[in-house]
C-alpha cells in the first residue's frame, strides 16, 4: 500500500467525490472535526476549500492510499517573510493508525522544504494523542497555550 499526497487542484472529480464522501459518512469523523452531520455537496467541498486555500494562502493535498482519497492535508499560512507555515490535515476513521497521516505527513514537509519553508507548526487539541505524536516523531517542539498545544517543527535537511 502506497500514500501519495497530490495537489487538490489537480485533483479529478473521483478523488473530490472521495473525500466528500468521507465527510458525509465518517461520523466518528464529524465528531472529531467539531463539524455538524450536515451533508456537503462535492460544489460546496470546491467552493469551500478554494475560498479556504485563497484566504490562508494554502496548498491543499489530497492524501490517496494507492489512488483512493482516504483524506485531506495542508500547508497554510504561508509566510515567505517569516519562512514558516501550518500544516493541518483530517484524514477518514478507518484510516487512523496505521501510519498514513505519518507518511503524507512526511511528505508535505518535503514540499515545505522545496518552498525554503524553514518553520512549521500547527495547533492541536490536548487529547488528539494522535496527531501530536506525528509532531513528536519529526522533532517538534510541543508548546502549551492553555486550552492547545502548538507544536513547532524547523526544518533540517533531514525529514
Same mark, same amino acid.
Given at each position: 500500500?502506497?500514500?501519495?499526497?497530490?495537489?487538490?487542484?489537480?485533483?479529478?472529480?473521483?478523488?473530490?467525490?472521495?473525500?466528500?464522501?468521507?465527510?458525509?459518512?465518517?461520523?466518528?469523523?464529524?465528531?472529531?472535526?467539531?463539524?455538524?452531520?450536515?451533508?456537503?455537496?462535492?460544489?460546496?467541498?470546491?467552493?469551500?476549500?478554494?475560498?479556504?486555500? *485563497?484566504?490562508? %494562502?494554502?496548498?491543499?493535498? +489530497? !492524501?490517496?492510499?494507492? &489512488?483512493? @482519497?482516504?483524506?485531506? =492535508?495542508?500547508?497554510?499560512?504561508?509566510?515567505?517573510?517569516?519562512?514558516?507555515?501550518?500544516?493541518?490535515?483530517?484524514?477518514?476513521?478507518?484510516?487512523?493508525?496505521?501510519?498514513?497521516?505519518?507518511?503524507?505527513?512526511?511528505?508535505?514537509?518535503?514540499?515545505?522544504?522545496? *518552498?525554503?519553508? %524553514?518553520?512549521?507548526?500547527? +495547533? !492541536?487539541?490536548?487529547? &488528539?494523542? @494522535?496527531?501530536?505524536? =506525528?509532531?513528536?516523531?519529526?522533532?517538534?517542539?510541543?508548546?502549551?497555550?492553555?486550552?492547545?498545544?502548538?507544536?513547532?517543527?524547523?526544518?533540517?535537511?533531514?525529514?
Amino acid at each position: 500500500m502506497t500514500i501519495t499526497i497530490k495537489n487538490i487542484e489537480e485533483g479529478n472529480s473521483k478523488i473530490i467525490n472521495d473525500l466528500v464522501s468521507i465527510l458525509n459518512n465518517d461520523n466518528i469523523l464529524a465528531k472529531t472535526l467539531g463539524e455538524s452531520t450536515k451533508s456537503i455537496s462535492t460544489d460546496e467541498f470546491i467552493s469551500f476549500n478554494t475560498d479556504w486555500a *485563497k484566504k490562508n %494562502k494554502a496548498t491543499l493535498f +489530497s !492524501i490517496l492510499l494507492d &489512488n483512493q @482519497a482516504i483524506g485531506l =492535508i495542508s500547508l497554510s499560512k504561508i509566510d515567505p517573510v517569516e519562512s514558516s507555515a501550518k500544516i493541518g490535515y483530517w484524514i477518514g476513521s478507518q484510516y487512523w493508525n496505521k501510519g498514513y497521516s505519518t507518511a503524507a505527513f512526511k511528505q508535505v514537509l518535503e514540499f515545505a522544504r522545496s *518552498k525554503q519553508i %524553514k518553520i512549521v507548526s500547527s +495547533s !492541536i487539541e490536548k487529547n &488528539n494523542i @494522535a496527531s501530536l505524536s =506525528i509532531w513528536y516523531k519529526f522533532g517538534a517542539i510541543i508548546e502549551d497555550k492553555g486550552d492547545r498545544l502548538v507544536p513547532i517543527l524547523r526544518l533540517g535537511h533531514d525529514i
